[in-house]
Structure formats: structure tokens, C-alpha cells
């Protein structure tokens, strides 16, 4: 069941990157899926419509829940960038206040590694910044707020 469940959120990809202008090969290139499967995907071949269901549904998750699931699915965070980078309609900016001690906790937690230390205190990269709150949950001076900012 999880190829399946794959195989739907890379349809999903392979649509909205072609509704975006991208040709096949380039589409093939991004999401690591051979041409052929890219040219399936577009044409509506060789996919079942309940993972393209289910993969929505886990498109339309809460961020925590989302890069959880994400996690268990892809166990690589390029992979889980790539989906936050493509469908994300939402965007954070993450703050660090001085109370940060540089313990590296939230790097630990952080699944799609966006957080790394730069000296003793904590950086967050806002481009792979899915808002799943759980660096916030984590840190043990509650040094880190993630605010979001909606696209409009």
C-alpha cells in the first residue's frame, strides 16, 4: 500500500509541475520517476484513482500530521522538500529569539533538516519550513516561534 501511496503523490506532483510549464523530461528529472511513468501519469494510465483520493487526503493534512506521514513514506527529506516546495500554499517564518542555547534538539527533530546551528544558536531555512510546529514542541527554552504567512 505505501507504493501506492507514492505513486498517487507522485501523479500529483507530475500534474501540478506540468500545470506549471514543466515538459516531461523536466518533470521526470524533479521528482526522480522515469519518462515513461511521467507520460502515464499525464495521460491518466497506470494509476488507481484511490491513491490519487488518498494522496490528497494526506495532501490536505495538517503539517505535523503530513510530515510524519512523510516521513514513513519517503524516509528521504529531499523527497519530503520537494513535496512541501511544490505544493505548500502556505509559507512560515521562522523566529529564533535570544533565548536560544544551541542544545540542537530542534535540528534533531527537524525531518526535512531545514534547521541547522550557526553559532550556538539555531537558523531555520523558511524555504523548507513546512510549519509542523514540532521544533517549537521541542525546544527546550521555547525559543522558536513559526508564524504563517499566506499566499494571496
Known amino acids: 500500500m505505501p507504493k501506492h501511496i507514492v505513486s498517487g503523490l507522485k ?3 507530475s500534474v501540478e509541475l506540468r ?3 514543466l515538459s516531461q ?4 528529472s524533479q521528482i526522480g520517476v ?3 511513468t511521467i507520460s502515464h501519469y499525464l495521460n491518466g494510465r497506470n494509476i488507481s484513482m484511490d491513491s490519487i483520493e488518498l494522496a ?3 495532501l490536505e493534512l495538517n503539517p ?3 510530515i510524519l506521514i512523510s516521513k514513513v513514506l519517503f524516509d528521504d527529506f529531499d523527497e519530503i522538500r520537494q513535496i512541501i516546495e511544490i505544493f505548500n500554499m502556505n509559507h512560515y517564518e521562522p523566529q529564533i529569539d535570544d533565548g536560544c542555547i544551541g542544545c540542537g534538539l530542534c535540528v534533531d527533530l527537524c525531518v526535512v533538516k531545514s534547521i541547522s546551528l550557526d553559532s550556538l544558536k539555531a537558523k ?3 524555504r523548507y519550513c513546512c510549519g509542523c510546529l514540532m521544533c ?4 527546550p527554552t521555547n525559543s522558536i516561534k513559526i508564524l504563517e504567512v499566506k499566499n494571496g
Open 136 to 139: 517549537v514542541e521541542g525546544c
Open 11 to 13: 501523479y500529483l506532483e
Open 64 to 66: 505535523k500530521d503530513f
Open 124 to 126: 531555520i531555512n523558511p
Open 56 to 58: 490528497k487526503t494526506i
Open 34 to 36: 522515469d519518462r515513461s
Open 25 to 28: 523530461k523536466e518533470i521526470s
Open 19 to 21: 500545470k506549471k510549464g
